[in-house]
Structure formats: C-alpha cells, structure tokens
C-alpha cells in the first residue's frame, strides 16, 4: 500500500496548482495536430516538439525516433517521430511503460461545434472543450503534470517511467509496431508493465479499468465507371452509375438492427460462458448514461446487459461515409463518376483480420457480380488490427484498482471496450508483459466528435489518479 502522507503531499500540491495544468492543455489543444491531413503535417511536428520541451523542462532523457515517410494525398510526408521517454533508471525500482498519442483527429468548427475547436473553453460546469482534450493530449499530459507535481512537492518519485508517445494513432500508427518490436530488447527491455490512458469510463459517474478492446478492419469500396463527372440530365438513364451500384452494395452489408450479414464474419466469435455472463451482473452501467452519451434514445437494445455485451463480445459493422459524392448544401445534378464507400467491422476473440477480409471480399465481388454493371469495382482493407485481452488479476491491475480507492474513493468497474487501440495486442505480444487500460475521462467526452471535452474534474483527479497508479505499482508484489 501507498503511503499516505506521501500521496496527500502529491494530492495538494496538483489541487493547488489546476490552473496551471489547464493552461498547459489549453497551449496543447491549440496546435491542430491532425495526423490524416497532409496540410497539417507541420503541426503534427509541432505538438512532438511542444512535448520535447516540456520533457528538457522536466529532465526527462529522450529520443525522437525516425521511422521514415508515408504516402498522403499524393504527396510524401516524413512520419512525426515517435517520442521515447525514460525518467528514472534506479534498478531497485519496477519500470512502467506509458503509452499515448499527441496526434488528433479532424475538427472544423463549421461540424457542429458549440466553440472553436482549436481554442480550449472552459463551461459553467467544468467541462474544458476543445479537439484532443481528451483523446489523448489531457491524459498524457497528465502523465507528465504527475511528474512535475513530485518534483515540485519534494516527493521521491516511486517508479521508473518509459514513455511512448506517438504522432499517428488516428491513422493507423504508422511505424509503431517496427519500433517495437525493433526496440523490445532495448529500450523496452525492462519493462515490468505496461499502462495505457487513451479510453473512457463506461459512464459518467464511476472510474473502471479496461482488460479488453474490439480490433477493427477498415474498408473502402470503389466503385468506377465513367471517365469523368456527368450531367444527369443528359446522361441519367443512359450509363451504369456508380453511386448505384454502391449503395446496392451497401445496403446487403448490415440490418437496421445491427446484424451483420456477410457470410463467415460470426463463425469464429467466441462462445459466451456462463462465467463471463456473471461479471456483467456487477458493473455499474445505466442505459440513460448511453442515451445521454448519444444525446438521443436510438438504442437497440432496452436492458444495460445486452447493450454491453453488444458494445463488448460482439463484432459490429458501420457506415462511415462516402467519397467522391456530392455533400454541399444546395443542389447539384451531378453524377458521379467515380465513389469510394468505406466501412469498418468492430472485431473480437477469437476473429482474424486476414478472415474478415477474404470474407468482405468474397462477399462484395459476388454481390457485384449479381448486378450485371459495366462499372469497375475495387475492395480493399485500409487497416486491420485483432482485438485485445488482458489479465484483470495481475498486480498491474490490482494496483490501479488499489490507486482508484485512493482517488475516488470506490472500487473500479472491470470492463471491455468497444472501440480498437491496436498497439494493446503489439505491447502484450512483443514485450510479453501485462497491459493494463486506465482511463481518464468519462464514457461521454465525445472523443472524435464535435464538442469533445475532458471535464476538469476528471483532469485533475486523473493525474492524481495516474500518479497514484505508480506509487500502488511500486508498493506491489510482483507476483
């Protein structure tokens, strides 16, 4: 167990200084660091060396790692490095890795925002709005406002720290499984464990800690025909079009209810037992936190166990739009000659990206077949990664249950998480060490949203929360 004068010292000093940290989040958010647009490449690079300084500032040794260049939007673009930390190298102490990613995703105020993205605003409520606050620069910025927070109140710092922080986790992680696995008997060589805050709380009132994530398989779909854009009133009934044929192809995938219908995607999912049915009994999930969460009350399901084993065990398949069609307001008669639909399917155990997409494959091309159009069509899997499991009885995960106690005064719900974070799977495997999920904001922080937020409260706790984490870790039995 922690000490608890020690952890008071560390509670105090980071209540007394919120403000501070707030302003810190408020100049990360600021810098637009999208991964997936090549205009913004610069500020990718921006947000890595924003963090640099503040790691020359906290006396924490670092390399950037090179880990070479893409192809986006016709242009070459070097990679943003990936950052590699390391605070403490006492071999008396256990080693923890953490991991995060200063990339984000898109914003334009134009979406929806209530605020502009790029500016932190801070409501009536505490809840600090802006694109990144939560997914994921609040979390790892509180990584290192626990670690100033000791430095400034004189507390010994209880663990040595390996940090991993990335540039393009919002579109595919480019380089991070190479580095390591090209890494794992190096820099990551001693490691004890492995922590992660880049997730949610199931809810709105209650921390958990998450042993499982869904993979993913992300698609787009092509469909060609014309040389170039027609007038449809010329050319409308005369031509196959392609958005026809796509949206044919669109409307066989999936049922209004959430059933996929492409032959051998379920066939490998695993059984439920009677075991797992169990632990849902316990968790503390309410469906009006989902419907707050969505702001609406579009659920499928009426009753919270169905929901999460939906959200969890379950593989799902949705709609993320189309390219290449006409989405301005007003109206234009255009015909597209050229369209790319994509969709992604939400995986679990015991599911193989490799299947998923010999599956999707085979299913479209035969589908398309049926049809009998003179158009082109071209299927391809723009990512995929397995889903993740953990071991929730670790001392890992016993120590951040441990650390919760300490901050929120309550036993953490053990949960599994819809969403896919492939470098959980790349960590377990590569380092063989216990991955644990400790998340800082709420089950509605609107990650990848319009109105994403962190709420101050959860800011504030978190970084308690994450130092705490260590001092648990470092008070553990390593058994």
């Known amino acids: ?50 963090l640099i300084e503040l790691f020359k500032q906290l006396n924490i040794s670092y390399e950037a790692a090179d880990v070479g260049t893409q192809m986006l939007d016709g242009k070459t673009l070097k990679l943003p490095p990936i950052l590699l930390g390391t605070y403490g190298n006492d071999p008396n102490k ?21 605020s502009e993205p790029w500016k932190l605003t801070e409501d009536s409520i505490g809840r600090l709005v802006g694109r990144g606050s939560s997914d994921d620069k609040g979390p790892i910025i509180g990584w290192l406002n626990a670690i100033e927070a000791h430095q400034k ?29 090209r890494e794992a008997n190096r820099y990551f060589k001693d490691v004890d464990a492995v922590c992660i805050s880049d997730n949610y709380w199931l809810g709105v009132t209650k921390p958990c800690l998450t042993y499982g994530l869904r993979g993913i398989s992300y ?18 009934g005369t031509v196959y079009e392609p ?41 503390d999930f309410k469906l009006h936190e989902l419907q707050s969460a969505i702001e609406s009350q579009t659920n499928l399901f009426d009753n919270e166990i169905q929901t999460l084993q939906a959200r969890w065990r379950y593989p799902s398949l949705s709609i993320h739009g189309i390219e290449g069609a006409f989405s ?45 159009s003179k158009n082109k069509l071209n299927v391809e899997c723009l990512h995929g990664a397995k889903s993740w499991v953990s071991s929730p009885n670790h001392w890992n995960f016993v120590a951040a249950a441990e ?19 492939p470098v959980t799977l790349t960590f377990q495997d590569a380092l063989n060490k216990n991955v644990l999920l400790l998340p800082m904001g709420r089950g509605d922080d609107g990650a990848h949203s319009t109105n994403e937020k962190l709420d101050r409260f959860n800011y504030i706790q978190g970084t308690k929360l994450l130092g705490t ?5 470092a008070a553990a039995k390593s058994t």
């Not at 698609?219 to 409308?236: A, E, I, Y």
């Not at 650390?403 to 974070?421: L, Y």
């Open 1 to 50: 167990m922690a000490n608890t004068e020690t952890l008071n010292r560390f509670f105090s000093y980071v209540d007394q200084n919120q403000d501070h940290y707030v302003a810190r989040l408020r100049e990360a958010v600021a810098i637009p660091s999208v991964s997936a647009d090549a205009d913004h490449r610069e500020d990718v690079f921006r947000m890595g060396n924003w």
């Open 94 to 114: 256990k080693t923890i890795l953490v991991y995060g990613h200063y990339d984000v995703q898109p914003a334009l105020i134009e979406d929806g925002w209530s």
């Open 153 to 181: 109140a004189g507390i010994e710092f209880p663990v040595n720290l390996k940090i991993c922080f990335e540039g393009m986790e919002e579109s595919g992680s480019e380089g991070l499984d190479d580095l390591i696995l």
């Open 219 to 236: 698609f787009k779909v092509t469909v060609s025909g014309p040389g170039r854009d027609l007038h449809s009133g010329v050319f409308g």
């Open 243 to 283: 958005m026809t044929d796509l949206i044919i192809l669109f409307s066989k995938l999936v049922t209004p209810d959430g059933k996929i219908l492409i032959p051998g995607i379920n066939d490998d999912v695993a059984e439920l037992t009677n075991e797992e049915k169990e632990t849902y009994k316990s968790i």
């Open 328 to 372: 301005a307001p007003g109206a234009k008669t255009v015909l597209p000659c050229k369209v790319s639909g994509k969709f992604s399917i939400r995986s679990v155990p015991n599911m193989d990206p490799d299947k998923i997409t010999s599956c999707v494959e085979k299913f479209l091309k035969e589908e398309f077949a049926k049809l009998g």
């Open 403 to 421: 650390a919760v106690e300490k901050v929120f005064n309550c036993k953490p719900d053990m949960t599994r998480e819809g969403g896919s974070i």
């Open 469 to 473: 984490y260590l001092h648990e870790v």
